[in-house]
């Protein structure tokens, strides 16, 4: 049975002794939606168009892990947001969309030493392309919204990586920008809150929950279960 230390409240640390040092990691990876950002964007586009219980009952089952083909659940989803005018997604970033608590303060404190921050989002490039600019992160991944006539098609765009950015195009991507980078994959940090974050936890360093599902805490190294993100330097120091 694995040793689990309550190090603070809502702090828990499993696998690992602290303190750790941030400037011995060179790559950290963060999901989007409800892990950066206080949303999941999705939910929020569907709203526009009444469907929001309808897609956000998709959205829960697949973060629990119910639903086990992320790409099937998200192409369901998507599919939902036909006819969806395009300025919808401008609302949602302008009134809904928030960065949550100590994420400004943890991507700062990791380009501090020097570290490289990586967004890889389930979700979509209008948003994830506005927080990497907003945070200043290094580099994005994300899925792509078709569009036609300033209305959504309710299809998502093949890029050149590939066409739905998954649990396992996450695991990838965290590889490759770490083999770019010429850093090992223990040198990576991985954050997320939903079951397709675990695969590029279970490659990083160090893996990170965030207000996160059930099955994702358990399996995480660090579970931040209360506060903002910037409690992982809580952790590494």
């Known amino acids: 049975m ?16 602290p303190p750790l040092q941030l400037a011995d990691y060179k790559l950290i990876a963060f999901d989007m939606d409800s892990t950066l950002i206080n949303i999941e ?15 956000a009952a998709i959205t829960e089952a697949t973060m629990r892990g119910e639903i086990k083909d992320f790409k099937e659940s998200l192409r369901r989803r998507v599919a939902l947001l036909e006819g969806v005018p395009v300025s919808s997604l401008q609302q949602v970033y302008d009134e809904r969309l928030k960065l949550n608590p100590g ?18 989002s389930g979700g979509f490039t209008f948003f994830a392309n506005r927080v990497k600019e907003r945070l200043g992160i290094d580099f994005a991944r994300s899925n792509l919204l078709d569009e036609a006539d300033g209305k959504l098609t309710g299809r998502v765009v093949t890029q050149s990586w590939g066409d ?23 040198e990576t940090i991985a954050v997320g809150d939903g079951a397709n974050d675990l695969p590029m ?18 399996q995480a190294m ?11 330097l809580e952790v590494c120091r």
């Open 164 to 186: 739905i950015c998954d649990g396992a195009e996450k695991r990838r991507t965290l590889l490759e920008v770490a083999s770019l980078l010429g850093v090992s994959p223990a």
């Open 2 to 17: 694995t040793a689990t230390l309550n190090i603070a409240p809502g702090l828990v640390l499993q696998r690992l002794t």
């Open 41 to 55: 964007c999705i939910d929020e586009i569907a709203d526009a168009v009444g469907k929001k219980a309808e897609v």
């Open 103 to 120: 994420a400004a303060e943890l991507v700062k404190a990791c380009k501090a030493v020097g570290m490289k921050v990586l967004l890889v």
């Open 201 to 218: 936890m279970g490659e990083a360093g160090l893996s990170v929950a965030y207000h996160a599902k059930p099955k994702v805490r358990e």
């Open 222 to 232: 660090v579970a931040i279960n209360e506060g903002g993100l910037d409690r992982l």
